[in-house]
């Protein structure tokens, strides 16, 4: 009896979902919807029936345990010339960013956990910028879109299932576009 659903995350349509089992018995405590990645901090979620069909909520479950480390932090360290430090105002995580648009600049984020991801605004002038994990070049990522309104604190790169322990996420720009940071979070 369970009917379309429209969900939002942040105001941002994330599209349709229809919570429904064929027969019974029907189980309880199932996961109708689920959403990964999003940057630390305070989140809205919201369901909008799409028909007069029955919609049933029984709980939330939130994840927690991401540590969050800004492009400020003592475990970030940057090398190379031409890096900034602004802030933009955009919605960047503290409010600032660490830029350079210097071929070869680069910036090395220690961390202990199992999980990293780089942050940064996107833009439509990002160059490609190289990943290494512990050493091991994990290719390269370009994180520009094609048009504004450009995003701020979205995930350029992140990698899963690494050993738990200390690792180091370094990220090398790859051209004379824009290499951005604004932070990196980490888990166990």
């Given amino acids: 009896q ?12 994330e599209g349709t979902v229809t919570p429904k089992t064929v027969s019974a018995p029907y189980p309880t405590q199932q996961v109708d919807y689920a959403i990964t990645g999003l940057v630390p901090g305070a989140h809205t979620l919201k369901i909008v029936n799409n028909s007069n069909a ?7 479950s939130v994840e927690a345990g991401r540590q969050v480390t ?23 995580y503290d409010g600032d960013v660490h830029t350079s648009s210097s071929s ?11 999980s990293v991801s780089w942050l940064a605004p996107r833009n439509a002038t990002s160059g490609p910028v190289e990943v290494y994990v512990d ?5 390269s990522v370009t994180s520009a879109t094609s048009g504004s ?3 701020a604190q979205q995930v350029d790169y992140s990698i899963t299932g690494l050993a ?4 180091a996420l370094r990220l090398v720009n790859g051209s004379t576009a824009p290499l951005t940071v604004d932070a990196f979070t980490s888990r166990w």
Avoid: K, M, Q, R
Avoid at 2 to 8: A, L, M
Avoid at 104 to 114: D, L, Q
């Fill in 164 to 167: 738990g322990g200390y690792h």
């Fill in 104 to 114: 070869g600049a680069t910036v090395t984020y220690a961390f202990n956990g199992t």
């Fill in 70 to 92: 800004n492009d400020t932090g003592a475990t970030v360290i940057y090398s190379g010339s031409g890096w900034t430090h602004t802030s933009p105002g955009g919605g960047d």
């Fill in 2 to 13: 369970t009917g379309p659903v429209e969900v939002y995350v942040d105001g941002v349509d």
């Fill in 54 to 60: 029955l919609v049933t909520v029984d709980a939330f």
């Fill in 149 to 151: 309104p450009y995003p």
């Fill in 135 to 139: 050493g091991i070049d994990e290719g």
